[in-house]
């Protein structure tokens, strides 16, 4: 599979249990109600996070971005904080997992009354399921990078759709991902309103042009956590670095590009829009700026 989410196979995880409203089921066994919230609206939150040496990557940051989501569409967890670690820590045990595992952490209203929008239809007890996977980048994508192609789907503001909600409704980006594919590219280029970048349809989008890092405003990207500390990487090692409102031609000529995600961490593009970028991948800025977050996740492991 192509993609910023392209994956090596793993033969464990056939086997692999699912932590499912506080029961360890079997993967192929695991199942939710075709009333579920989730399933008939997208209705609920999620998260990404990685294990890494035996220890979960920016959990704390990871859980606030989750709290603040369900709290957001006004949804209860009915865990604390503690007990999603705890739920978390039971999977690993379960599956004897300590390293190279990426998690898939979601939350529904919960199984509903009838299959319609009203949120009071509730029964009152939200779906959690825990996906842990011994799942790790392709070794060869980060010499074959990625090819990204900017696309008429739009990115939101705030007051339509909020980019930053790790919502299960995805079908904004699923639309975005079809058109770029059916243009021959991996990942879609997505642009704000004003029809500067925004991010892409999975990631968010870090380019170079002579020597200076940029990126997008916050408005109308995800709330990235591997974004996030990519900005604070450039900033802590004195790269050049701007924030800003950039059109999509500015990045077509970049001369490097990479974007970050909770999965690939940060992965090198070949090219935007049909133009190949002329460094050989990945690009020099892109892979001291890899060795940097690699450190950086083997500093969070150490603690």
């Not at 089921?25 to 109600?33: F, G, L, M, N, T």
């Not at 209705?43 to 940051?61: I, N, P, Q, Y």
């Not at 820590?89 to 009838?114: P, Q």
Request: with cysteine; glycine share 8%; hydrophobic share 45%.
């Amino acid at each position: 599979m192509a993609g910023s989410q392209d994956f090596a196979v793993d033969p464990r995880n056939a086997t692999a249990r699912v932590w499912l409203n506080g029961q360890l089921v079997p993967k192929a066994e695991a199942r939710v109600s075709i009333f579920d919230a989730g399933f008939v609206l997208g209705d609920g939150v999620w998260e990404g996070l990685r294990l890494h040496k035996g220890r979960l990557m920016f959990l704390d940051t990871h859980l606030d971005r989750l709290f603040e989501g369900a709290a957001a569409i006004e949804l209860d967890i009915g865990l604390t904080r503690q007990g999603v670690i705890d739920a978390l820590n039971e999977l690993f045990a379960a599956n004897d997992m300590t390293d190279g595992v990426h998690i898939r952490l979601m939350v529904t209203r919960g199984e509903k009354s009838a299959a319609n929008q009203d949120p009071r239809n509730a029964l009152g007890r939200p779906t959690i399921v825990i996906v842990a996977e011994w799942k790790t980048p392709s070794p060869a994508i980060a010499t074959r990078g990625l090819s990204l192609r900017t696309v008429s789907v739009r990115c939101t503001p705030r007051e339509m759709f909020d980019m930053r909600l790790n919502s299960h409704s995805r079908l904004n980006l699923i639309l975005a991902l079809q058109e770029a594919i059916r243009a021959g590219a991996d990942e879609a280029l997505m642009l704000d309103p004003a029809g500067n970048i925004a991010s892409c349809n999975a990631t968010n989008l870090f380019w170079v042009r002579g020597g200076e890092l940029r990126t997008s405003r916050d408005d109308f990207c995800f709330n990235g956590v591997t974004r996030a500390n990519v900005m604070d990487l450039a900033r802590a090692h004195a790269i050049p670095f701007v924030q800003g409102d950039f059109p999509p031609e500015d990045a077509r000529l970049a001369d490097e590009a990479f974007v970050t995600g909770t999965f690939g961490g940060l992965t090198p593009v070949r090219e935007i829009d049909g133009r190949a970028l002329p460094a050989a991948l990945p690009g020099p800025l892109t892979t001291r700026l890899r060795a940097l977050y690699d450190a950086l996740k083997d500093a969070e492991a150490a603690k």
